[in-house]
């Protein structure tokens, strides 16, 4: 414990009164190089997919004798494509080379690094909403399923409601 409240001192105010605290690791080396490999995958990973995808679209395009329907389909599929495959740069990348700088310049933010944690929890249930947003298929059948539920409890709230109000103007 002193060689933590040694090496970040304004840790002293976050520490509860009992003075128990669970430490990771003492040396940040170990996890900032995994935070800089995993920087270097997620964004690797996104834009080699986009620039395959955007590459191999065009040379179909080039070699196919396709509508111009086709063509605007194609255009709308690749733009949700690229927001759905930016998204992790956005989600992840942010928060993770915040937590990197941060702490090879020895930098301590309890409430930012608090934040940046929060952020990257979020990172399934913010792909799955962007999805369900940019894809059109997605968005339909979700808007089936969930609204006409929605619309089906309300109608019968309704109907319920008044047969009550009938009922108890007649009594």
Known sequence: MDEVLKTTPEIQEYILSDGKMFVLSTDFHEFFWTLVIMIGLVTGTSVTFARILYRNMKER??????????????????????????????????????LAISMFSGYFNQAANNL??????????????????VHKPYRDFCYTVFCRRIHRIVLYTESKMSMISRTSSTL
């Open 116 to 133: 940046c944690f929060i952020i990257t929890a979020f990172h399934g249930l913010l792909s799955t909403a962007i999805m369900i947003t």
């Open 61 to 98: 395009s080039r070699l196919l004798n396709m509508s111009p329907q086709m063509v605007q389909v194609q255009k709308i599929f690749f733009r949700a494509v690229c927001i759905q495959t930016s998204m992790p740069i956005l989600i992840l990348i942010l928060p993770i080379s915040y």
